[in-house]
Every structure is written in structure tokens, then in C-alpha cells.
């Protein structure tokens, strides 16, 4: 089911936190992966890292099915910026994902460089499984899920 109202509203306050990360720079986010950055203010709100996912699927999850399919780096950093600035659920890899929590939003306020980095900074971080994480795929896969290693 998509939820429309839902994600105009989590869109307008994801905003937010942008612009006040792009003013204030402490010296601890100057040595940060410029990426970190990113996911951090602009994914991680609904790409978990812990915990049961509400809003999105957890970010390993994504990584996992993103790499499968686009193993090379480039080829993986090109499919997650297209895929910000304009989600497809034609073209979306993640489809139970998107019968449970609706089509991701576009993020036409991040810039090109912010894109870029932020699809670096996830190929680049090894993203660990969870325990619960894998039980839950091979209840819908049937199959124990590959870690989402970027080798
Ligand atoms: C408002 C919540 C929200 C934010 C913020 C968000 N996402 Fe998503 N994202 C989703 C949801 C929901 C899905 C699953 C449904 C889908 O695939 O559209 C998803 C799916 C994805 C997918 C899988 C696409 C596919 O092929 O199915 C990728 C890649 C992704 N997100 C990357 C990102 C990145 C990178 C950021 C930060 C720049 C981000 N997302 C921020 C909600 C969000």
C-alpha cells in the first residue's frame, strides 16, 4: 500500500536536517567519510541500521540487493544516484519492500556530489546482517541471504 501523505510529510522534514548539517561543521565531521554524512542526515532517518524497520527496509538490506545486481562499483554507484533522484517502482529492485512500505521518495535537494558520496560511503562500508535479519530472509527467500560485503 502506498501512503502518499506519509512520505510528503517524512520528505519535508528530511529537508531539515540538510540544511543544518551543510552550516555547522565541527571538527569531528571534517575527518567523517563525506558520505557518512549524508546517509546520515538524509537516509538513515528511514534506512535503519538497528533495530525492526517501520519505514523502509534496513540499509544492509538494500545494499545486499543493489550489489547483487550491480556488483561493480561504478555500475552500483550509478544505480543508487539515479535511484535517489528519481525512484521507479517499474525499474526498483525491491518490490516486497514497496508493497510494504510504499515507493521511496525522490531527494531532489541533495546535490550531485552528495549523491555521489553518499553511494561511495555505502559501497565502500561493510554493512553487517543482523540475527534477525536473516531469519527473516530466508523465511521469504527460503535461503540464508549473502553478507552485503562490497568484495
Ligand atoms: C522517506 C524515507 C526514505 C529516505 C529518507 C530514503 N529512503 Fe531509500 N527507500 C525507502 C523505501 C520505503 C524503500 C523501499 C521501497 C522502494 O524500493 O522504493 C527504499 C528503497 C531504497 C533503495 C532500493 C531501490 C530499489 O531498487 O528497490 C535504495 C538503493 C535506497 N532506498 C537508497 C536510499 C539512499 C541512498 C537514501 C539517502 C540518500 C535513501 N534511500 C533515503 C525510503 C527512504
Redesign the pocket.
Known amino acids: 500500500m502506498k501512503s502518499p501523505i506519509k ?1 510528503t510529510v ?2 519535508t522534514i ?1 529537508s531539515l536536517p540538510i540544511l543544518l548539517a551543510s552550516t555547522q561543521l565541527s571538527a569531528s565531521e571534517e575527518v567523517m567519510h563525506p558520505g557518512a554524512k ?2 546520515q542526515s ?2 538513515m ?3 535503519v541500521a538497528e533495530g525492526r524497520p517501520t ?3 534496513p540499509i544492509f538490506a ?1 545494499k545486499g ?2 550489489i547483487d545486481v550491480y556488483p561493480e562499483r561504478d555500475d552500483f554507484i550509478q544505480r ?1 544516484t539515479s ?2 533522484k528519481a ?1 521507479d517502482e517499474k ?4 518490490r516486497g ?2 508493497r510494504k ?5 525522490a ?1 531532489p535537494q ?1 546535490s550531485d556530489d552528495d ?1 555521489q558520496a ?2 561511495e560511503y ?1 559501497f565502500d562500508t561493510d554493512m553487517n546482517l543482523p540475527e534477525w535479519y536473516k531469519e527473516h530472509y530466508e523465511e521469504e527467500h527460503g535461503e540464508a541471504p549473502k553478507e552485503a560485503q562490497s568484495e
Do not use: Q
Not at 525499474?91 to 525491491?94: C, E, G, P, Q, S
Not at 512500505?101 to 521518495?105: A, K, Q, V
Open positions: 512520505t517524512l520528505s528530511l549524508v546517509y538524509a537516509c532517518v528511514c534506512h519505514i523502509a527496509p538494500v540487493h543493489v543508487i535511484w535517489v525512484p525499474d526498483a529492485l525491491m519492500a514497496i512500505f510504499g515507493l521511496m521518495p531527494m541533495l549523491l553518499v553511494a555505502l
